[in-house]
Structure formats: structure tokens, C-alpha cells
């Protein structure tokens, strides 16, 4: 009987701050990383996850990881990955560690690091990418990964089983297009508020040509600004194409609303993250101002009862899930399923460190199994910090392509993990290169 | 020039879990810990403050606060004294750190703690504890500590200077009354849901006895006890003492409506924590369901914003706040404008270790200085773990009186911090380990 025997971390940052990439109106210089997690079990078999952080508290994220060991430790490897749903509910229900969320912030994302590197336990184990091994899946089992506590209000377990076996017919097919033409990509890379305006053009017309389905534009610095940026970008892409528009939570609720309003006549696709992540009401609120210009949110969403209540506000139009900042994959089935329920389309946060890698799993599950659709749908790309990845996301044609190998996605390299290991690998001893 | 030199942290525990104190449905066994904290500086003194936790995790915690040092080390005392909504603000806004949260979990809790040190070591520059030292600043320098970022769209910092100036009169007559006869308060010591029925009925009956305004009983469990321990404490208590129910999160939104129906009988005077405490729209919707009965939530609200909501939507009749869960005295005065604004009663959560403490000073700097008003309001009391603090809570006739020495309240004896000390201190040696 194997048992789950080691809990490994890894504090692995990466000095993106150097060249502004990833900068944006809240996160003005980040040093993208992961607080890094390994699962071993007593047959050898190994679980990769990660939480992405943004440099400073990292540190943190990884205690909060290693809280979670004496729960894992010593544990049946296969009756921990026969039923990902009660270990999920063991790890957030802890009566003591849960008070330091309730599911919310490091202690969630620790769980969602650690249930995650149990789902590549499982993946690898069974020689799947995750993407097959969810859409393999019966409908009951499915819906067993999922906490209905506090959820049954908007989505009962009947319903969601209801909403899983009409997806079935058809699936064949979506799978053959899928392996055939990937799925719909959009970029971020031209946007990022530390480029000056010839960068994002030059970024924005190359992301036109590569294919990509949308860009994006971060906004919410200096309102002339974003009026510029905003000018030089659709100018560069031209009248049609969609451009989305990214302030980070740099408003309040009354502030998006003006804010926005010289913006329109540039034709944004989407507002991201107008105020603050946990405001429904305030959401709500923007949505109403804003039309036709959609709303999106989720990446700093805490927990699918924060996705429910946007759903049952009416306050998106977009739901963002992250691979990272819930419980892992079972609260993110969670999302996918209210988002099915309520017929709004899911666009993933990614980006980061090995968001992008993350993220297609659950998009391309969701397109199989559960919404069945890629019509407004679309993985948010960024060109950075793939190489340190076992399988890189990969883009055809601004498209991403099925990922093949087993398991979540998250697997770094040995040769990164230890190269950029914080503070005393090579890439902190001022021995590399700033990139 | 004095300069902060110093962040000194402790992982404190208490084995609470031996005797049941502080069980009920979600909390079956808590070790009641502080993440302690101490701010020295150059000129001899100390600042302290705790975030409260229930065991496991408390060294992830104490993380949280020790990743806040590089902000705080060397830092010019008067000027962090002086602008303390200034400081509250770096913390909660370093962008990396606040990907964590954002402002929420334990990274928020963490700048709680350290935001609460630089409050006591104001008010112990000043001689004043800390009710005193708030009750004297002007409007002017109670509105600078909130951030109003999120909060415009309910409360300008207009309308809280109105809000504050409408309380000017009558303070002196508010402060005589406060001397004499201190703040109502009311006992939750009954109500474990470890306790047996005599023990419960005993202690109800004391706590009448003791001239405490009301009871609280734990619920959520099984439904039959419920109404069994209800039916217990209404006995010992007699018709029209108020008791108020407190279900510690553990229903779903229309299992809490369903688990109310059996229980109204007894006439509670409100439901704590019906359902997941993010749940703005569930606690609207029980609130409709359940009135007379009040709704009173807010221990685990995480940030103001959350605050903002449950008012906004008129989901709560009683706003619980906590001397911890939030970024401290400045998170906490913008609660208490905002509670104000919407005419909604503040009852201080309290119990854990030295919350009584902390919050007796929020709950009377209210009275003097912001709603003006005592009626419908009373603060928790918990009957252990006081003889651990430098000045206990002190309870005359049900009542809390005002605390005398400076500071915020959360000093602990030294000898308290040495035995209780995690895993190594005398009170912990040779045990078991906590599970």
C-alpha cells in the first residue's frame, strides 16, 4: 500500500521586476514567483503544484503550505487520490488552520497548492494530461469533488449532474476540434503599464498577427494615460479587433464608473477587476454603468461562494477563474459549474508562473465537459517564464494546443527550481543576467 | 530622533482544547493562540499587540507579521505615530505582499497586528489607553485613518467628518456615564457546545446572576440538540431574557432559514453567523427569512469592504467586529463610521485570547465618539484567559469598565508569554502534540 511520504517546498522566485514585465496599476514592480510543492509517495510517485505569488511573501505562502503537512503525511496515496473531494474538504475544513481564512488568502491557496499537487499525483499515476483526466470523469464523480455547503442556494448537486449529462452528446467531436485547433487564446503581453507607447504598439500589431483572439491593456495609472495607451493600441490593431482593459482594482466604485467613460469610445471589450475583488455589489453596480462594456473578474476571488454571489448579482459578464488563488481543481470544477448554471462564459486568469500551464486544463475540461462551448471564451496568455516549465504552454496560430504530458501542468524544471530558488540560487547572488 | 529598531514575534498557544472552552460547530477543539507581536524602538518603547487564532497555523501567522518587518525596521517613530492611517495604508497597499490576500487572510490579519503594536505604542507615549487616546482626536484625525479607496460609494469622508461632528455633543455627559457605570456586555461562557446540559443551565443561570444583558448559545450541530439546549437555557434563563443563537457558519444559506424554524420558538434575539461569513446575498436572504430575529455577523469579515456590502444590502441587524480579523484600529474605525452611517448596532465580538481586551476600548471610543449610543449595543464576554493579560478585563455587575493603564489592551505578562510559548514552553512540554 503506498503512502504519501514527503512534503517537499521550494521558495522560487523570479526577478521580473527588472524589465517592468507584469506591471500593472497595483502591482507596479512584481518578482513573479511560486511558493513550490512536491508530494512523494512510497511507490516513487511524485505530485507537483504551485502558488504564485508576486515576490515578498512567498515566504509565507510556503509556511502556509507546510501547515498542511501533518494532514497529508502518512496518508493512503490511494484513497487520497480515489476521493480528491473529501481530501480537498479535509484540507479547507481543518477547524484549526481554517480560522486563518475561512478560505480565503494563504491558508486557501495553500490548500489549493496542496490539493493540486495531489491531482498531478493522481494525473501522473494514470498517465493523463489533467484536461483528459477530468473530462474522463462520470458526472457523479464530478460533482463528489465539489463543497455544495455554502453553494446549494444557486447550484443544488441534482442541478449540477443535470447540467454534466447535457454535455455528453457531442463530446467526440469537441475533442477531435479540440486536439485538431486548440483553444482561443488572448495576449496581455502588449499591455503592461511600464511600456512605453512604441513597445505596446509594436506588441499589440505582432499579437494581431500571431493569431491571438484579444488584447489587453492595463489602465487605472494616470487617466491621460490611459486615454494615450488606450489611443496607440487600437490604433495599432485597428477598428473590430478587441481590446480589453485591465485596472487591477485601482477604482472605487463611483471612480470606475467616470473613469470609464472617456475610455468607450475606443470600444473595450471588457473592464477587468474595476474595484476591489471582493465587491459584488459594487460589481453589480459597474456592470449597470458600464454597458455594453463587459465586466470580468475573478483572479483575486477567494472562493466559489465570492463566484456564486457575482453570478447571482448579475455583476460579471466574464468569470476569471485562477488555477492558484482557490482550493485547487475541485473548487475551480466548482466555478466552472456555477458559471455553466448561470450561462456566463469562463475566461481564465494566466500569466504569472505557470498560470498559463495551469489554467488550459480547466478550459479545455470545460469545453469537453461541462459549458461545451469556446463561442466568447478565451486563456488568457503572456509570453514569459514558460521555459522553466516541464511542457511550456504552447500557442499555434494564437491558439493554445492540448497539453500532452501527464499530469496539472505545474512541473518546473530541476535546473529553474534550483537557479532561481530564493534567496541563495544563482539568480539571487547577482551571478545572472537581469532579463 | 527615535526610530523603530525592533519587530518581535511569539507563537503563543493555550491547550484550550482540554476542557471544551470554546467549542462549538465549526471549532470543535480550538487551542485559543496568539501571534504575538512587539515593536521597540530607540528610545525604550515598546509597542504590543497579538492576531488571534485557534491553534494549528499559528506559526504561519506569526510569519505574516515577521514578512511586515522590512516595512517597519528603522522607521522614524513619530512620523509612524503620527500618521498611523498613513502607515496602516503602506502595509495593507505593499504590492507585492498583497497578492496574499488582497486584504484578507493572514497577511491582512498580520498588518492588523503590527498596525495595532504602533497603536500602543502611541498610546503609551501618551499615557492614554487607547478609548481615551481616540475619543481625543479631532474628526479630522479619526477620518485620516481610513482608507476610503473602496469605501466612497457609502461613506465620503465628508459625511464622516458630519458623522463625527454630530456626536461632539453630550461627550462629557457620555464619559461621566461610561466612568461610573462602564458598557453592557453579555456572556457567551454558557454556551459551549461541549457542555452538558447542566453545566449550560448552571452557568446560564450565573451569568443572569451576574447582571450580564444577554446569553449566547452555540447551534449547528445536531438539530435535535439544538432545540434541546435552547429549550435548556430558556428554562434556566426565563421568558424575555434575551438569548442569542450563534451558528458559527456551519449552514448553507436555505438549510439556515430551515434550521431557524425549529428554534424561533424560543424567541432568540439573533443568529450569528447563519452561513459562510463572505456570503453578503445568503445573509440578505436569512435576514428576510428569519426577522423578528435579528441577523448579526462580522468576526470573520475581512476586510471593510466585506462591512460595506452586508450594510449596503441590508443583510445584517448587528455588525460584529473584530479586534483582529481586520488591519487593525483603522480598518475598525472605518466599520464603525460606516455602521453609523447605516443607524446598524456594533456588537464586539470577543473571547479568544485578550479579544476581550482590545475590543472593550473600540466598542467605548464608539460611545463617546461616533453612533454616541449604548442602547442595542453590549459587548462579548468570555470568562478565561484574562489573567494572562497586564490589565484584565474587568466586569462590574455585567458591565466593562474602562481600562486604566495605557495601551490598546494586549500586553501579556511576561510570565504568560514564557509558559505558553510554542512547542517549547513549559505549558506545552511532554504533551502531545495539538490536533
Known amino acids: 500500500m503506498a503512502r504519501i511520504i514527503e512534503l517537499e517546498t521550494r521558495d522560487v522566485r523570479f526577478p521580473t521586476s527588472r524589465g517592468l514585465d507584469g506591471s500593472d496599476a497595483m502591482n507596479p514592480v512584481p518578482d513573479y514567483s511560486a511558493a513550490y510543492v512536491v508530494l512523494r509517495d512510497s511507490d516513487g510517485g511524485e505530485g507537483h503544484a504551485l502558488a504564485f505569488t508576486v515576490g515578498r511573501g512567498n515566504d509565507v505562502q510556503v509556511a502556509g503550505i507546510r501547515a498542511l503537512a501533518p494532514l ?22 481543518d477547524s484549526q488552520l481554517r480560522w486563518l481564512g475561512p478560505e480565503k488568502g494563504v491558508i ?11 491531482w498531478d499525483l493522481r494525473a501522473t ?4 494530461p489533467l484536461w483528459r483526466l477530468l473530462a474522463g470523469l462520470t458526472p457523479e464523480e464530478l460533482v463528489s469533488l465539489v463543497d455544495f455547503r455554502y453553494l446549494r442556494d444557486a447550484l443544488t448537486p441534482a442541478e449540477a449532474l443535470a447540467l454534466l449529462d447535457a454535455a455528453g452528446p457531442g463530446r467526440a467531436e469537441r475533442e477531435l476540434s479540440l486536439l485538431d485547433d486548440g483553444y482561443p487564446a488572448y495576449s496581455t503581453t502588449p499591455g503592461w503599464i511600464g511600456y512605453d507607447d512604441a513597445k505596446l504598439a509594436r506588441l499589440a500589431k ?66 477587468e477587476e474595476p474595484t476591489a475583488p471582493d465587491d459584488v455589489l459594487g460589481h453589480a453596480r459597474v456592470r449597470a454603468a458600464v454597458t455594453p462594456v463587459r465586466v470580468a473578474t475573478g483572479e483575486h476571488a477567494h472562493n466559489p461562494v465570492l463566484f456564486k454571489q457575482l453570478l447571482q448579482a448579475q455583476a460579471v459578464d466574464v468569470v476569471q477563474l485562477d488555477a492558484t488563488r482557490v482550493a485547487g481543481v475541485n473548487d475551480n470544477v466548482a466555478i466552472l459549474l456555477l458559471a455553466a448554471a448561470y450561462d456566463v462564459p469562463v475566461c481564465p486568469h494566466a500569466g504569472g508562473v505557470g498560470l498559463c500551464e495551469m489554467v488550459q486544463h480547466l478550459a479545455m475540461f470545460d469545453y469537453l465537459a461541462v459549458s461545451a462551448r469556446q463561442d466568447s471564451r478565451m486563456i488568457e496568455y503572456v509570453d514569459h517564464l514558460h521555459e522553466h516549465f516541464v511542457e511550456p504552454a504552447r500557442i499555434v496560430a494564437g491558439r493554445y494546443t492540448p497539453p500532452r504530458l501527464p499530469g496539472i501542468g505545474a512541473r518546473m524544471l530541476p535546473s529553474s527550481l534550483e537557479r532561481y530558488a530564493y534567496p541563495h540560487g544563482p539568480a539571487w547572488r547577482g551571478d545572472d543576467p537581469p532579463r
Open 72 to 93: 497529508v503525511i502518512g496518508r493512503d496515496v490511494e484513497e487520497v487520490t480515489g476521493d480528491l473531494g473529501g481530501f480537498g474538504r479535509r484540507l479547507t475544513g
Open 108 to 118: 486557501h491557496m495553500a490548500a489549493g497548492a496542496v490539493v493540486n499537487a495531489a
Open 125 to 128: 499515476r494514470e498517465g493523463k
Open 206 to 271: 505582432q499579437a494581431v498577427a500571431d493569431g491571438f483572439a484579444m488584447i489587453k491593456i492595463k489602465v487605472g495609472g494616470d487617466p491621460a494615460d490611459d486615454v494615450r495607451r488606450l489611443s496607440v493600441a487600437r490604433e495599432a490593431v485597428g477598428p473590430g479587433f478587441p481590446i480589453a482593459l485591465d485596472a487591477n482594482q485601482a477604482w472605487g466604485v463611483e471612480e470606475a464608473i467616470d473613469r470609464m467613460a472617456p475610455l468607450r469610445r475606443f470600444d473595450p471589450y471588457w473592464i
